[in-house]
Nanobody, 127 residues
Framework: VQLQASGGGSEQTGGSLRLSCAAS????????KGWFRQAPGKQREFVAA????????WYTHSVKGRFTVSRDNAKNTVTLQMNNLKPEDTAVYYC?????????????????????WGQGTQVTVSS
């Protein structure tokens, strides 16, 4: 069972990037999906998450209105569209999958909820 993240790269402030995460197993279609990031010298932090049916989404405050998380269960993919990028968005971004047993921001934003993690993709935003 694997998660493969892609789409990272370098952009200037105000630009956009689109991250994708593909799952190797159709079982993941019933898992919640999350995106986390880790900047140099900092702890990994929650960015966004989506319920397994796609009807609920959660975002950390700093990315609300700029990032959009979506999923396509038929294709076993989850996407993070990042617009109006800022230098503070620079980090390694990780996708993750976990079981859906609760429905709250605190649940979806907790790393321990996620059992499976992708390898990470670098996003660099220059000013």
């Amino acid at each position: 069972v694997q998660l493969q993240a892609s789409g990272g790269g370098s952009e200037q402030t105000g630009g956009s990037l689109r991250l994708s995460c593909a799952a190797s197993d159709t079982t993941f279609s019933t898992y919640i999906k999350g995106w986390f990031r880790q900047a140099p010298g900092k702890q990994r932090e929650f960015v966004a998450a989506i319920s397994w049916k796609g009807g609920r989404t959660w975002y950390t405050h700093s990315v609300k209105g700029r990032f959009t998380v979506s999923r396509d269960n038929a294709k076993n993919t989850v996407t993070l569209q990042m617009n109006n990028l800022k230098p503070e968005d620079t980090a390694v971004y990780y996708c993750a999958a976990g079981r859906s047993t609760s429905d709250s921001y605190s649940y979806y934003s907790t790393e321990a909820v996620y059992d499976y993690w992708g390898q990470g993709t670098q996003v660099t935003v220059s000013s």
